[in-house]
Structures are given as C-alpha cells and as structure tokens.
C-alpha cells in the first residue's frame, strides 16, 4: 500500500480492506461474516429507506507508543446501540457479536490503523439497517448490522484549537420525547440544514436549543456541550440529547482533577458566565469553544477570551488522548486490547 499521509487526515471514508456483517433472519441473529465489498444489495421496500428504521454508532481504536492497538470503550457503544434499538423497535444486537465485530473489523484492517506519532486513530462505524420489506409503517422482521472503518484525523479543522459555534433559532434537531437520545440517522437528516448553514457562515458547527422553549442549550449536530467555571464541569442534562460517551468519560475525568460535576438544563444566558467550553464527542475529541454567536438575538457569547484553550479543557484533553493511547494508566477500565 502507498504510504498514507497519516499526520493530514480529514475525517473522511476512505476504502479499507474489509467489512464486517451479521445478519438477522427467523428472529435471530447469525454468524459474523467478512466481505469486501462496499456495496449491498438491499430490497427496495427495506424499512431503513422508507421509515428510517436505521441505527448507527461511532467509536476509534488507537495505536500505542508500545504498539499495541486500544478501542475505546466498546462495551457503552453497545449499550446506546441497544438503547436505539429498543427505541426505533429493531432487535438488539448481543454485546458479545457486538464486541467480536468490533474487534474483528479492526484487525482484519490493521494496516490502516494510523501510527502513534500521527496522532490520527481508526474510525469504527456499526450500523444497524431494517433490510426486510413492508409497506405499512412497521418494523422489518429483517435487519443487517455492518461495522467498516476508516483512519480519521480531527473532525473540526485544526484539532485542538478554538474555533466559533452559531446557535441555531431557526431549526430544531429533535424533540422532548423525540429519538434525540438515540443515535439514528433521522436526526443528522434533520440537522444537515442548519450545519450547512453554520459552516457556510465560518462556523465549526451549530448549537441547537431545546425544541420546546428554546431557552436551555441542547447540543451540536455531532457532539456535546460542557462548560467550565467555579471549578465545575457543567453539562447539560436534557431529554432530546444522545448520551455521549466522550461527556460522560469527561465527566469522570473532571472529578478525577477534582472538579465538581453538574448535570442539569444550562440556559442559554448562562454562557456568559464560563470560562471555558467545548464540543464534545468520539469525532470531535474535545473542540475548545472560541465563541457561540445567537445573530438572530444579537449577541455573542465570548468564551475564550484570549483565543486559546482554557487550562481545564486542555487538562482534560491531554487525559483523554493519554488514556486513549495507552500512555496513562486505564483506571476505569475503558480500553479493550486487540490481540
Ligand atoms: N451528540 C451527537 C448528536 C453525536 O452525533 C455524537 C457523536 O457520536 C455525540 C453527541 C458524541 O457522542 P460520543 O461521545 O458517544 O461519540
Ligand atoms: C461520532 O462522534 O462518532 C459521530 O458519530 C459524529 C458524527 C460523525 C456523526
């Protein structure tokens, strides 16, 4: 293989050498598969093209100093997964098939799991399809869960850098008792609008309020918010934001650092008042928060005011990253070794 340019990657596909399936029929499922094809032959009546019985995850496998290759926490991808599922009535796929996949697509492409120094990691996408035909609007008795990977860089420009956020009056993502909380493809559909409009307009990503009184800030389009101040981490807790697996590790590293940890609706006025925040998630890391602009209540909230990552984030950052390599001790038991 050509030497890839490891240090440059964007966060974009690109082809890897194999795939990995697991098909569900007669109400269980089957034996896991490798192809490598990157196509599928699906039924055009398939309930994932019509009702959006669709369902996918995110998660990264990093190679060590010592070599050796980490996926992070699998086992919590595999509980939201479920949770999905059970929210959008597809059957759930066994932790132990998810886990086998996982490792399975990883190793079959360990070639293009990024080198240590590049500081870039392995993308791993499972998702889960209604494949089995119907017309009325029900679930599929016929699924298929695929996992392929791809080697990524940082998913905002620059990495680790602050950069600015829009928060979005003029769309919502997702409802109170929407499918927010579950990680299925209706909601990026529902965000594509908004973040074309936020990047056409210089910004990172956008910010959504929750859809009721749009007063309390929800999340991004692809990842969570946090703030910082009065030494506390600050998320917010909301009935219509997925459950991210990055916030709720962050969470644990704030306490470690011993900071407080707050849960709780953060109205938007409220980000006056810290000192640092960030966007949160597997793609995202943690991108330090410059500022958030609401152009259609005319004011900025000025975040960092000297252009730079607070120290909190940075702290918190530099945890991360060092657990994820396998440079710091896994206190919490995060990292699967692939051997
Ligand atoms: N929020 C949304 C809407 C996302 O798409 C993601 C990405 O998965 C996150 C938050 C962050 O979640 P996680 O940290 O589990 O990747
Ligand atoms: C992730 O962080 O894994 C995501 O899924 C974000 C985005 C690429 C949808």
Not at 67 to 75: H, T
Not at 108 to 119: C, H
Not at 172 to 194: F, H, M, Q, W
Not at 219 to 235: D, H, L, P, R, S
Request: with cysteine.
């Amino acid at each position: 293989m050509e030497e890839l340019d490891w240090s440059n990657l964007s966060f974009g596909y690109m082809k890897t050498d194999y795939n990995v399936r697991c098909y569900y029929r007669n109400g269980k499922w089957g034996k896991l598969e490798l192809s490598s094809e990157e196509t599928i032959n699906i039924h055009m009546a398939a309930t994932c093209l019509h009702y959006g019985q669709e369902a996918f995850e995110g998660l990264k496998a990093f190679r060590g100093k010592d070599g050796k290759v980490r996926i992070f926490r699998p086992e919590a991808n595999s509980q939201r997964l479920q949770s999905t599922c059970n929210g959008i009535l597809m059957p759930e796929l066994p932790t132990e098939i998810f886990i086998e996949a996982v490792k399975t697509a990883v190793k079959a492409n360990e070639r293009f799991i990024p080198p240590y120094e590049s500081g870039a990691s392995l993308y791993i996408r499972p998702l889960l399809i209604g494949t089995g035909a119907q017309v009325g609007v029900r679930p599929a008795n016929e699924y298929l869960f695929i996992i392929f990977v791809t080697p990524v860089g940082p998913y905002f420009k620059g990495g680790f850098a602050t950069t600015p956020y829009i928060i979005t009056r003029k769309y919502d993502r997702a409802a109170p008792l929407g499918t927010g909380i579950y990680k299925v493809g209706g909601n990026y559909a529902a965000s594509l609008r908004a973040s074309q409009e936020a990047h056409a307009a210089g910004y990172s990503a956008e910010f959504y309020l929750d859809a009721k009184e749009k007063k309390y800030i929800d999340e991004c389009g692809a990842a969570n918010f946090f703030g910082i101040k009065n030494n506390t981490y600050v998320t917010p807790l909301s009935t219509s934001i997925l459950p991210s697996i990055t916030n709720k590790s962050l969470m644990q590293l704030a306490e470690d650092l011993g900071l407080k940890v707050e849960r709780r609706p953060i109205a938007e006025e409220e980000l006056s008042t810290f000192e640092e925040a960030g966007a949160c998630g597997t793609a995202a890391v943690i991108s330090p928060i410059l500022r958030i602009d609401d152009p259609d209540n005319n004011h900025s909230y000025v975040i960092s005011k000297d252009g730079k990552p607070g120290p909190v984030c940075t702290k918190l950052y530099n945890k991360l990253r060092a657990i994820q390599y396998g440079d710091e001790p896994d206190l919490h038991n995060w990292v699967t070794i692939v051997d």
